[in-house]
């Protein structure tokens, strides 16, 4: 049953009209399947090899001549025809050469993938590998972006897989950082900071000491500094810092340290001017005590323009108490002066809040 099914198949697309506008590769996958599976003796596997190698040089003598598609087609051929035998893998390479010098890099990119399955030992897999990235490279680097995607030269979601797929098939080599360099750049572009960092900071951990390691730090610090500079939250800005420390600390000689260095003093003012703002919020909305504990946080850093400014408002609020102490009278203590409140601290990006206050 298993012979006459093929035939069945073959013979109703047929019928139906359908055979001539389906590619040659879904009748190969069908017809093939069976042969792959079929056992060879010895005297079958040598015949095939003899053959194998014969249509194999009839490939190399059509693309010597510069016939490209029938070399092609025989390339292919070979590797549908004679899966198992020495000449497959070659014939497979030849084929992705084929489909890469006609423009089709995506199908070239999923014919060595399968080489790569299929054939580890092929001596030319750094080669594949090279070919490979070189396509997922230039495919992320197209002009034609798109609208949204659409009319793109590839989608993100199918580039990252293809450097996916990269890094795993050759995780000692520096096919891998490389990629995943580049799966955090589209992630980059994508407005998808989090996963940028997550696919940056894998390549630090992983390729310790190695310029992919001190590119994926960099760029792990200027992606903090996105996130700070949309947040109202001082965390960031300490996750932007601890980043940057990170970087000079690992990559001394590394040019860009002096321009992280000169950054860190700009980044300590961005976050003293949250932390100022929010304490102006509270004081506005009638709760000075809440008020106080951000600008106290703001004083302790007086290198910023900020701290004179949180300094004036504590005195401010300082006079105002005061003010309502001396018309308290035997009425009781003062009830804008409470016992000592500390900020949470817990990993919420949010504004830590005090106990609430009476208004």
Same mark, same amino acid.
């Given at each position: #049953?298993?012979? $006459?099914?093929?035939?069945? /198949?073959?013979?109703?697309?047929?019928?139906? =009209?359908?055979?001539?506008?389906?590619?040659?590769?879904?009748?190969?996958?069908?017809?093939?399947? =069976?042969?792959?599976?079929?056992?060879?003796? @010895?005297?079958?596997?040598?015949?095939?090899?003899?053959?194998?190698?014969?249509?194999?040089?009839?490939?190399?003598?059509?693309?010597? %001549?510069?016939?490209?598609?029938? @070399?092609?087609?025989?390339?292919?051929?070979?590797?549908?025809?004679?899966?198992?035998?020495?000449? @497959?893998?070659?014939?497979?390479?030849?084929? =992705?050469?084929?489909?890469?010098?006609?423009?089709?890099?995506?199908?070239?990119?999923?014919?060595?993938?399968?080489? $790569?399955?299929?054939?580890?030992?092929? *001596?030319?897999?750094?080669?594949?590998?090279?070919?490979?990235?070189?396509?997922?490279?230039?495919?992320?680097?197209?002009?034609?972006?798109?609208?949204?995607?659409?009319?793109?030269?590839?989608?993100?979601?199918?580039? $990252?897989?293809?450097?996916?797929? /990269?890094?795993?098939? %050759?995780?000692?080599?520096?096919? %891998?950082?490389?990629?995943?360099?580049? /799966?955090?750049?589209?992630?980059?572009?994508?407005?998808?900071?989090?996963?940028?960092?997550?696919?940056?900071?894998?390549?630090?951990?992983?390729?310790?000491?190695?310029?992919?390691?001190?590119?994926?730090?960099?760029? $792990?610090?200027?992606?903090? =500094?996105?996130?700070?500079?949309?947040?109202?939250?001082?965390?960031?800005?300490?996750?932007?810092?601890?980043?940057?420390?990170?970087?000079?600390?690992?990559?001394?000689?590394?040019?860009?340290?002096?321009? /992280?260095?000169?950054?860190?003093?700009?980044?300590?003012?961005?976050? #003293?001017?949250?932390?100022?703002?929010?304490? #102006?919020?509270?004081?506005?909305?009638?709760?000075?005590?809440?008020?106080?504990?951000?600008?106290?946080?703001?004083?302790?850093?007086?290198?910023?323009?900020? @701290?004179?400014?949180?300094?004036?408002?504590?005195?401010?609020?300082?006079?105002?108490?005061?003010?309502?102490?001396?018309?308290?009278?035997?009425?009781?203590?003062? *009830?804008?002066?409470?016992?000592?409140?500390? #900020?949470?601290?817990?990993?919420?990006?949010?504004?830590?809040?005090?106990?609430?206050?009476?208004?």
């Amino acid at each position: #049953m298993t012979r $006459i099914c093929p035939l069945l /198949i073959g013979s109703f697309l047929v019928g139906a =009209g359908l055979a001539p506008t389906l590619h040659a590769s879904i009748f190969d996958k069908v017809l093939n399947r =069976g042969e792959e599976k079929r056992v060879l003796n @010895a005297e079958q596997l040598t015949n095939q090899e003899s053959s194998a190698d014969a249509l194999l040089q009839k490939a190399k003598n059509y693309e010597s %001549a510069g016939k490209r598609r029938q @070399a092609r087609d025989t390339y292919k051929s070979v590797a549908r025809s004679y899966p198992r035998t020495t000449a @497959a893998a070659e014939a497979k390479f030849g084929y =992705g050469r084929m489909l890469e010098a006609e423009g089709e890099g995506r199908k070239a990119f999923e014919e060595y993938e399968e080489l $790569i399955s299929n054939y580890p030992n092929y *001596p030319g897999f750094s080669e594949v590998l090279q070919r490979q990235f070189s396509i997922a490279d230039k495919l992320r680097n197209s002009d034609r972006k798109g609208l949204f995607g659409i009319g793109a030269a590839i989608q993100p979601s199918k580039l $990252i897989e293809m450097f996916t797929s /990269i890094s795993e098939s %050759a995780p000692h080599t520096e096919f %891998a950082p490389r990629s995943l360099l580049n /799966i955090g750049y589209v992630h980059t572009e994508q407005g998808e900071q989090d996963k940028a960092i997550s696919s940056f900071q894998t390549v630090v951990d992983t390729y310790v000491g190695t310029k992919f390691a001190t590119e994926a730090q960099y760029e $792990i610090f200027k992606l903090r =500094g996105v996130k700070a500079e949309n947040s109202n939250s001082p965390n960031q800005d300490r996750a932007q810092v601890e980043a940057g420390l990170d970087f000079v600390s690992q990559n001394p000689e590394d040019e860009r340290a002096m321009e /992280i260095k000169s950054n860190l003093d700009d980044i300590e003012e961005r976050s #003293m001017k949250k932390m100022y703002d929010t304490g #102006m919020f509270y004081e506005k909305s009638g709760k000075p005590v809440s008020a106080r504990l951000y600008y106290r946080e703001v004083v302790k850093n007086p290198n910023t323009p900020w @701290a004179s400014k949180a300094q004036e408002r504590l005195n401010a609020l300082d006079s105002a108490s005061e003010s309502v102490e001396s018309r308290a009278g035997l009425f009781g203590p003062n *009830p804008l002066k409470k016992d000592k409140v500390e #900020m949470r601290t817990s990993g919420d990006d949010v504004v830590p809040l005090p106990a609430a206050e009476e208004s």
